[in-house]
């Protein structure tokens, strides 16, 4: 769904707010919930958003105005066709993205990511069984792969640096850093 369950939002925030990012790129915003809970913490933060589904796009107002900040630049494609440098960023967030791709893809996009300099990477997953098909007439809303969050761990501390994690009754969250 393009909404974020609440579970490890006020973690993500604290370490968002330590971190202080001046780049990001949110991958499948959905209705932006990212953007909405961290632009308020850090102003003048350059926001790139990669959404797979382009009526999300209108629906949820992604594009900034002179009156609302959410995304700063909206790309309407498939992340594992965007461009490297999307990723070249202070901070890229899959927040309940990489259970709709199928488990090698997503391992790919991260070991991508990291490979195109990103400094921090955010991600957050359902690590309880969570069945779902397409969701407002969006296929990419279907979950393709279950995680669970020994797996998550086992893929982020793959990719070097340091992992903090928060594992909810719902979803699991976890923050990578390149340091």
Avoid at 94 to 122: F, M, S, T
Wanted: some cysteine; hydrophobic content about 35%.
């Amino acid at each position: 769904m393009p909404t974020s369950d609440v579970e490890g939002k006020d973690w993500s925030l604290e370490r968002f707010r330590y971190h202080l990012p001046n780049t990001v790129c949110d991958v499948g915003p959905g209705e932006g919930t990212y953007a909405k809970l961290f632009r308020p913490v850090h102003e003048g933060v350059w926001w790139t958003g990669i959404e797979v589904h382009r009526p999300y796009v209108a629906r949820f107002k992604l594009r900034s105005t002179k009156t609302r900040k959410m995304y700063d630049e909206i790309h309407i494609e498939d992340v594992r066709e965007s461009e490297d440098h999307l990723f070249h960023r202070d901070l890229v967030i899959l927040g309940d993205v990489a259970e709709h791709l199928p488990r090698e893809d997503a391992v790919a996009l991260l070991e991508r990511i990291v490979a195109a300099g990103a400094w921090n990477i955010l991600v957050s997953v359902p690590i309880v069984d969570s069945p779902q098909g397409e969701v407002d007439d969006n296929p990419h809303e279907a979950h393709l792969h279950q995680w669970d969050a020994d797996d998550m761990d086992q893929v982020l501390n793959g990719l070097g640096g340091r992992v903090d994690s928060l594992r909810g009754d719902t979803l699991g969250v976890w923050w990578w850093t390149r340091t």
